[in-house]
């Protein structure tokens, strides 16, 4: 099995959610008009959520105009299969993740025939929409009252755009008596925080881990980085010291080269002329770099007040001071530099010694497998004591709205066990008992010998709660974050304390306006 399949859906979320604000308004309109237009009752309805439909309508009146910048977003085709009189109608939406490939829509369809087929008195029906039309579709749905019952694959991000909407699913896992000692306890926590109770269940999982390219920490006489977790480090002179980001930024310098050959420890090292990085943490969002560090959130426990915690805030120095005074990272314009990084993430072009990330990037290693075969997996380091890595995971949600939330878990139950959408979705199981044959399947892509047991002890160091954890106005915070991040990446010789404030004040009266 691979993680292949995964990749273009990663690197086009990302994308997505740049456009999303420009089409947002007609995506608001014409789906209004969809559901205007629908005839008949449907059988799945939550309750009408105010902030979702009020922005929706709102902002559609302020912006008419926004209705000419592209065209109205088609639905996804729905499964082939009719409900017969008497069938309880559960609907599966899709894609607020993975999952709006043409190859998966039909895998997606033929599973929810598949269920059809052996579950008499049921109809589940596949809906929804790409990526970059879903969450807006789904706020309009639910705001009329005519949500699904169903929504997925989704991760801890796109589930908590819809904070409060989700069915706590305790009371049928005990009615069900389902077994969720299956799954690593640190995974099942994942989903029971933010006071909705037990809203998933575990089902795909992305560890993170330290990729490190083996033949340049050779070349540099350096020991390599640990693959035990809460582990130390043997550096140069065989003193042993923790496995920290302190530590991290001393390998690091050693490992970034210029054009010369001279690394960044070295008296007439030329920043300007850099031809290996010693490292790129993980930078698509800046509270998952501040995870690297801690968990944490921006919410306070009143629900309402920004706060910044002090590990996230020591992250982002430690990333703005690598990428304009250690020089050990690559500057934004340098990262996002095609040439430079031409698969997402400039590990993959060999020029980079450590990358943190996630184990759905093994797309773009599978990809050069053929030539870059020197890289490994090693535990990310520890910050005061404490070891922390950045967690993605994809499930299945139940809204709370379900008319028929018995035959909706029993639908949950199919989606979650199938190994078709598995295997489609490119996740590593939740499951513990299948996670080395899945991760030893993955070897067979390789020619070098890869340590994976460091991505499956890695789930246990997982960030709970976790860094895409709901914050009031949801999509307006982490639009205001990216700015910011992006500012940071492309900007040398800020007072980072008061760029900090700045996000924090700006973020805190957003929060007070009530905005989405």
Known sequence: MSLRSLAPARRSRRNARMQRSIGRI??????????????????????????????????????PEASLASAPPTPLPNNASQAKPGD?????????????????????????????????????????????????????QIGSGNGPDIVGPLGIGGANAF?????????????????????????????????????????????????????????????????????????????????????????????TVDKNGKDATESGFDPENIVQWGIEPQRDDMRQTGAYWKAGAFA?????????????????????????????????????????????????????????????????LKDAADTFTDWNMAATPSYKGQTTAAFNADTFRILKGSKHPDEAFKVLTFLLANQDLLKLYGGMPAVESKQDAFLQGLQADYKQKIDWNVAKQGIAFADVPNFESFTPAYNQTFEL????????????GLDLDKEIADMKSQMQAIWDKGGN
């Open 481 to 492: 974050i990216q700015t910011f991040y992006t500012k940071w990446q492309a900007t040398a």
């Open 300 to 364: 306070a426990t009143d629900g309402k007040t920004v706060q910044i915690p002090d590990a996230w805030a020591a992250a982002w120095h430690w990333f703005y001071d690598g990428i304009w005074k250690d020089h050990i990272s690559t500057t934004g314009p340098q990262f996002l530099n095609t040439d430079f990084n031409p698969g997402g993430y400039p590990f993959f072009t060999g020029k980079v010694a450590m990358s943190t990330n996630y184990l759905w990037s093994l797309y773009g």
């Open 163 to 255: 904070h409060g909407q989700w069915l706590d699913l305790q009371p049928l896992i005990d009615k069900n008596k389902f077994d969720m000692s299956q799954f690593p306890k640190s995974t099942v926590n994942l989903y029971n925080v933010g006071g909705e109770g037990q809203v998933g269940i575990p089902y795909a999982v992305y560890p993170s881990v330290l990729f490190y390219k083996t033949s340049l920490f050779k070349e540099a006489g350096l020991a390599e980085p640990p693959h035990q977790w809460n582990s130390t480090y043997t550096m140069p002179d065989g003193s042993k010291v923790p496995w920290d980001w302190a530590t991290v930024r001393k390998v690091a310098l050693l490992l």
């Open 88 to 140: 309880v109608e559960i609907r599966w939406y899709c894609c607020l993740g993975t999952g709006d490939a043409p190859t998966q829509v039909k895998t997606e369809q033929e599973v929810a025939d598949a269920f059809n087929a052996a579950n008499p008195g049921i109809h589940l029906t596949f809906e929804g929409f790409v990526y970059a039309a879903a969450r807006d579709a789904l706020s309009v």
């Open 26 to 63: 007609v995506v608001l309109i014409s789906v209004l008009a969809l559901l205007v237009g629908a005839c008949g009752p449907s059988s799945a309805s939550t309750a009408p959520s105010a902030p979702a439909s009020q922005a929706a309508v709102a902002s559609a009146e302020a912006s």
